[in-house]
């Protein structure tokens, strides 16, 4: 009886850890101008979500630098082109900008990584997110999809 009950209390605990969610997600960058990923989901039932982002290229922040900007699909661009004004310093973001939900600093080959963690109730399930990378021209290819479910 004793060795049916630790079976049936492992078995609980492997598939809670097997329906965990993921909190978070690591995405890399490339000298190549892309992400090695076009997607990642955010569950809900996290309360927080963490982004961390690599850089796996050798050139400087100032020539191939890339962060990772989260917002609306339809605020994407005007993000984009509304930072491009900012400079490098200010890694192409407009300070304050309410439209961007979380964004990593720009990194380049000496500053391989930076995360964010943010709030998923900034999130709806369902709703139409996307991530860029807000580098002058960048967004043309360096983009992708948030899922919230």
Do not use: W
């Not at 605020?75 to 192409?92: C, P, W």
């Not at 309410?98 to 964004?103: D, L, T, V």
């Amino acid at each position: 009886m004793f060795a049916k009950a630790v079976a049936v209390s492992l078995l609980t605990l492997a598939s809670a850890q097997v329906f965990a969610a993921e909190c978070s997600v690591t995405v890399d960058s490339t000298d190549q101008m892309k992400y090695t990923t076009n997607e990642f989901t955010v569950d809900k039932s996290c309360k927080e979500f963490t982004v961390k982002l690599t850089h796996s290229g050798a050139l400087a922040k100032n020539v191939m630098g890339h962060n990772l900007v989260i917002s609306k699909t339809a605020d994407m661009q005007a993000i984009a082109t509304e930072g491009m004004s900012q400079g490098l310093d200010k890694d192409y973001i407009k300070a304050d900008d309410a439209r961007i939900i979380a964004h990593t600093k720009m990194i380049g080959a000496s500053e391989k990584e930076d995360s964010v963690t943010f709030d998923t109730s900034k999130l709806e399930a369902g709703g139409d997110y996307g991530f860029f990378c807000s580098f002058p021209g960048h967004i043309a290819m360096m983009k992708g999809k948030v899922i919230v479910k």
